[in-house]
């Protein structure tokens, strides 16, 4: 998935509590939305698990998709020619924190 696509669903959930986030994220039209939920219960169990924060009270401190790899594929055009597809692919980083 493209990382333009990624920072258009990130953007909306950047300061928002996790509940909060589950709600929207499961409602939104995106596609984008699968692997961002994903990363976010993977991101709050590692909060509980790990460090002993309450589900309850996290919030999304800081999000952000970058640029990873890009696979380079070719569809023949005109007379033959070959014209370069670029799938992008990206990371996606949550970061939680509890609120005081």
Known sequence: MS????????????GKS????????EFMPYRACEPILSALFSAASNAKN??????AKLYVSECY????GTMKRFH???QGRPF?????????????KEQD
Not at 3 to 11: G, H, I, S, T, Y
Not at 50 to 55: C, S, Y
Not at 65 to 68: I, L, P, V
């Open 3 to 14: 990382p333009f696509k990624v920072r258009r669903v990130l953007d909306c959930i950047r």
């Open 18 to 25: 996790y509940e909060e986030c589950l709600i929207m994220l």
């Open 50 to 55: 790990n460090l002993g924060m309450n589900k």
């Open 65 to 68: 998709a970058d640029g990873a």
């Open 76 to 78: 023949p055009r005109a």
């Open 84 to 96: 370069p597809i670029r799938k992008r692919t990206c990371s996606i980083t949550l970061k939680m």
